[in-house]
């Protein structure tokens, strides 16, 4: 979650109010919100005896709940009466993962950024065990919250001394790597950095547990990685996206139709592409990166398909007239040339072209990583083929035993 998602139905100053003028004790959360009344109770019962870790367990499920996330200010409240009064006696990096999801229920970017610098000038005061890599975690989240106030050079500013720090811890956390490259998600986001953005969210996609991010967050997140993919000038390859969870949760609903759209650029299906965006102009036009980029993403259609072209060639050192590859991959002969210059660039083939006889002749091509759907092609094709070979062979069996039992 992030700070800026969701309504907040305290204001920015009532919130700076708040975490100025003192903490709250537990009377006021149960006059407050007396329906958790027997959660509070439950806190205070742990808090008289000193049961640190079953606290911390314990306010951990109560922010989890989905019931509670939208009550106005109801984390920052718990943390600042239950919490903050023992977060010396508390294992810092829980604590410092409790303070980041209270920070998401204060109004702005700024406050939210000073509720979490305090946070962290007092982990920094402790130096218990791991409180390095929880100061690190509400740096990157502050980080984040920059990127959301305009601040990017300073958010950059701050990724980027948190990385230098993390390569000096052993075994930084999962949740640390996660804070880590989502961070930096949300910096070349903003910087429309697409192909650094896509690589950077497939990595921060396999520290993080699916399970733990809401629907709202996954779909968000799934969004902005196919978006990522198709308007990211060095990525050619979907195999492993479109296979992704995340990614398949775009199947069905409102975003059915980027999926698709992901799924025509893959398969190099240039008519398909233009009848998505025929088809649901609205949702189309309603994303102006796509809008704007439209002639890039028929260019790497065409690029696909070329590249496709070649790997259904299985001779070493193919080599292709120009006409065919410009048929195969739809664009004017005249701009075959062009296209493949532009593939060699990009490094997706490497070969030579003879001018003179119009041909292409190939030495290397880029790996493709395969759908599901194109998995089973490959893999009927080979039973096909292998059907074939026996019958081939009962059918010389047949004819010249004889020189099979010579062999």
């Known amino acids: 979650n992030r700070a800026n998602e969701g309504p907040r139905k305290r204001s920015d100053l009532e919130s700076r109010a708040f975490t100025k003028q003192g903490m709250p004790s537990m009377d006021t959360l149960v006059g407050t919100w007396p329906q958790h009344a027997a959660v509070f109770a439950e806190m205070g019962a742990l808090l008289e005896k000193k049961l640190w870790h079953e606290l911390t367990v314990n306010v951990e499920a109560f922010y989890t709940e989905e019931d509670v996330r939208g009550q106005g200010t109801l984390l920052l409240q718990v943390y600042e009466a239950v919490l903050r009064p023992i977060e010396d006696k508390l294992q810092p990096f829980r604590l410092a993962k409790l303070a980041v999801q209270a920070s998401e229920q204060i109004d702005s970017p700024e406050s939210a950024i000073e509720f979490l610098n305090d946070a962290s000038k007092r982990v920094e005061q402790m130096r218990t065990p791991g409180w390095e890599q929880a100061d690190l975690l509400l740096q990157l989240s502050m980080a984040s919250l920059q990127v959301q106030g305009g601040k990017h050079a300073a958010a950059k500013t701050t990724i980027q001394e948190s990385k230098v720090k993390m390569d000096c811890i052993q075994d930084p956390l ?15 986001k903003a910087n429309h950095q697409f192909s650094q953005y896509y690589k950077n969210a497939l990595t921060y996609l396999a520290y993080v547990d699916l399970k733990t991010m809401p629907a709202e967050d996954k779909t968000m997140f799934a969004v902005d990685l196919v978006l990522a993919a198709l308007l990211g000038e060095d990525t050619y390859t979907f195999g492993e996206l479109l296979r992704h969870p995340l990614v398949e949760g775009l199947r069905e609903g409102p975003h059915q139709w980027l999926h698709g ?17 025929n088809q649901h102009a609205n949702y ?124």
């Open 174 to 188: 999962p949740e640390l790597q996660a804070a880590f490259y989502l961070a930096s998600c949300d910096s070349l």
């Open 284 to 407: 189309f036009n309603a994303q102006p990166l796509l809008v704007q980029n439209k002639a890039k993403i028929e260019q790497k259609v065409a690029l696909l398909a070329l590249v496709n072209r070649i790997i259904g060639a299985s001779a070493v050192n193919a080599e292709f007239t120009f006409d065919s590859l410009a048929k195969f991959s739809k664009v004017p002969v005249a701009r075959i040339e062009i296209l493949i210059m532009k593939a060699i660039s990009l490094h997706l083939i490497s070969g030579h072209m003879d001018e003179v006889k119009q041909t292409l002749t190939v030495t290397w091509v880029m790996p493709k990583q395969l759908t599901d759907k194109e998995v089973k092609q490959r893999g009927d094709s080979v039973d096909t083929w292998s059907k074939h070979i026996y019958n081939v062979l009962l059918d010389m069996e047949n004819e010249v035993p004889e020189l099979l039992l010579e062999a």
């Open 261 to 277: 759209l992901l799924e025509n650029v893959d398969s190099e299906d240039l008519e398909g592409f233009e009848a998505i965006t």
